[in-house]
Nanobody
């Protein structure tokens, strides 16, 4: 089992930045990738970014590329999401996820690629 705990959410003004953290514990060596998803009220959970251990690849949703950066600190078993130029439409609960199986890179955009989920952290962007 892998446990994930997100932190760093809060209220930020439009145009501002925020960094989210996801601390992993448990059998972290069994994971293949970690990702961030987000979900706004009344909307489906959507992919934000992922970092894949094999090849150290990173992938992003097209609307976040260039504004968001996913990174990891292996020593701390922590994955980060640096979010810049935030807009009100970025307001959502942000969830960290970890997968244990290996897929083609693009499959990591799918919710089904992940086995473990955190509880989420709320980001609210005010206009």
């Amino acid at each position: 089992q892998v446990q994930l705990v997100e932190s760093g959410g809060g209220l930020v003004q439009a145009g501002g930045s925020r960094r989210l953290s996801c601390a992993a514990s448990g059998r972290t060596s069994s994971t293949s990738a970690m990702a961030w998803f987000r979900q706004a009220p009344g909307k489906e959970r959507e992919f934000v970014a992922a970092i894949i251990w094999s090849g150290a690849n990173t992938i992003y949703a097209s609307s976040m590329k260039g504004r968001f950066t996913i990174s990891r600190d292996n020593a701390k078993n922590t994955v980060y999401l640096q979010m810049n130029s935030l807009q009100p439409e970025d307001s959502a609960a942000y969830y960290c996820a970890a997968g244990r199986d290996y897929y083609g890179t693009d499959y990591y955009r799918q919710i089904d690629a992940y086995n473990y989920w955190g509880q989420g952290t709320q980001v609210t962007v005010s206009s």
